[in-house]
RNA sequence: CGGGGAGUAGCGCAGCUCGGUUAGCGCGUCUGUUUUGGGAACAGAAGGUCGAGAGUUCAAAUCUCUCCUCCCCGACCA
């Protein structure tokens, strides 16, 4: 991609009205605009962030068994207060009528829904256990929404939904998504407290939050700072030392919740009267469990926990794009001409090129190259090209090589691995 | 919803206390010329319902009232 082809409205000042790092970097960075308090709009930039997290999502689903769908967000009230939630979230739900006087409500999330659909499909208990999962927009109109994208009253959800036929295999479902949920953090490059939690509104018994530290935490997790051993909320003090390495004692550290996975057992199926036939010809309840990460918060804390001065340093596998290639002067031939050819040749590799090719000066670029944090840059100056040579330079360690042109592929290919 | 701050050009701000030409500055944008390794220089230009409405006044960005919006702190959540 081609910067003068793309749209990366970058900010040289700090926003007013921002406090949170990531929310200044969002902005300044061009990847999201504020409609209004809490609602925000994907620039380019910022969609193809949420569109990598999102292959990273699917691909873990995908390897748990969870199908993908998609369900309406626009929904009927009716289905609501079949499980009481029309008075539980209340204050959260975007309600209206529409013109034929039916009270709707814009979906703050998805379990009446889903559950609604399932019992439509499952008679026996063969056709069991079946997961699904989508990523949707939520409706919550927060009270107070806060840092950017952290809590807006807009955003956007992974949510999965598992059916078993009993607690074994709940367990089950709930222990493979545990551990998809873990590797989906890993591969943001997020270090994840997971502490053991209340269900709250959700209902259920089991539930684990996952949490990452981090200063505009909301949320309070005790953990041991030598080795992040962490204990449930208010399960700990901070005089407890660690019982895992025993080395240190535990903190109260703020942290950001981006991941909550609940048992819900049969709170949603019995309301909703989703049974099934098992083996013996008996009518059972369905059991479920369901499992939600906050994509967009997922955004806002990986920029969170990867900044620095300058700007955004985005881990390998959500980066918008794997490197960008700086010429600096644009109106030199073979400045401009090197920097085609390898534009031309990593696209052909299948490596994902920002090309800057605005007519800016070298400070300009350099400034906007950081703050949007493309992990590689290939810098091509007259002044090392004059030597057959270009700049590789790395943009979280800061490490620059010089190579020769014909270095330039391998040296890449090494790198992003 | 309670408490605190703030709204002046796309972005960042000054002006307001003490009302008085055509509302200003920096950045950005457009034109031209010169530049080009860490936010270039010069010349010219465009861009404003001063958050909105009402009031006071000969005169309001400035004073008064009402409302709206945004941010921060508290109760809720991914």
């Known amino acids: 991609m081609r910067w003068s082809k793309f749209f990366i409205p970058t900010l040289k000042e700090t926003p007013v009205g921002t406090e949170a790092v990531s929310h200044q970097l969002l902005l300044r960075a061009g990847l999201v605009q504020m409609l209004i308090s809490g609602v925000y709009c994907y620039l380019p930039l910022g969609l193809k ?13 995908n390897a748990v068994g969870a199908r993908e769908l998609f369900l309406s967000c626009l929904q009927p009230m009716d289905l609501w207060k079949k499980t009481g939630r029309d008075e539980t979230l209340k204050d959260v739900m975007i309600k209206f009528k529409d013109k034929k006087g039916r009270a709707m409500c814009l979906g703050p999330t998805h379990e009446e829904v889903i559950t609604d659909l399932v019992k439509n499909h499952i008679q026996s208990y063969k056709q069991l ?7 949707q927009t939520k409706f919550r109109d927060e009270m107070r929404p806060r ?28 222990d493979l ?46 953990c041991c700072s030598a080795c992040g051993n962490a204990l449930g909320i208010n399960e700990a003090d901070e005089k407890t030392v660690c019982p895992a390495c025993k080395k240190e004692k535990f903190k109260k550290t703020p942290a950001i919740e981006i991941g909550h996975i ?33 994509v967009s918060r997922l955004i806002a804390t990986i920029i969170e926990k990867n900044n620095d001065e300058a700007g955004i340093m985005w881990p390998k596998e959500v980066t918008p794009f794997d490197i960008e290639i700086l010429p600096l ?13 390898y534009y031309e040749i990593f696209m052909k590799n299948g490596i994902d090129v920002l090309m800057d090719d605005r ?9 906007d190259s950081d703050l ?46």
Not at 129 to 135: A, D, E, K, R, S
Not at 375 to 394: C, D, F, H, M, S
């Open 262 to 294: 609940f048992q819900l057992g049969t709170k949603y199926s019995k309301a909703l009267d989703v049974s099934f036939v098992d083996d013996k010809g008996k009518k059972q309840t369905v059991i479920m469990g369901c499992y939600g990460i906050g």
């Open 372 to 417: 949007i944090g493309i992990p590689i840059k290939i810098v091509i100056g007259k002044r090392t090209l004059a030597q057959n040579k270009v700049e590789i330079k790395n943009r979280r360690t800061g490490e620059t090589v010089e190579v020769g042109l014909d270095a330039v592929q391998p040296k890449i290919q090494e790198m992003i691995g």
């Open 359 to 367: 007519d800016e000066s070298p400070g300009r670029k350099f400034k």
């Open 177 to 222: 998504m545990y551990e998809a949920y873990k590797k989906i953090f890993t591969r943001c490059g997020l270090d994840v407290v997971i502490v053991g939690a209340d269900s709250g509104a959700m209902g259920g018994d089991v539930s684990h939050e996952f949490m990452v530290p981090a200063e505009i935490g909301e949320d309070q997790v005790f």
């Open 147 to 174: 840092f950017g994208i952290v809590r807006a009253c807009e955003f956007i959800m992974k949510d999965a939904y598992s059916f078993d036929q009993d607690k074994e295999g709940l367990q089950k479902n709930y």
């Open 49 to 61: 962030v949420l569109r990598q997290i999102e292959k990273i999502i699917n691909e873990e689903m």
């Open 329 to 341: 002067q644009v109106s030199d031939k073979d400045v401009m001409g090197a920097a085609e050819k």
């Open 129 to 135: 256990p079946v997961v699904f999962y989508q990523i």
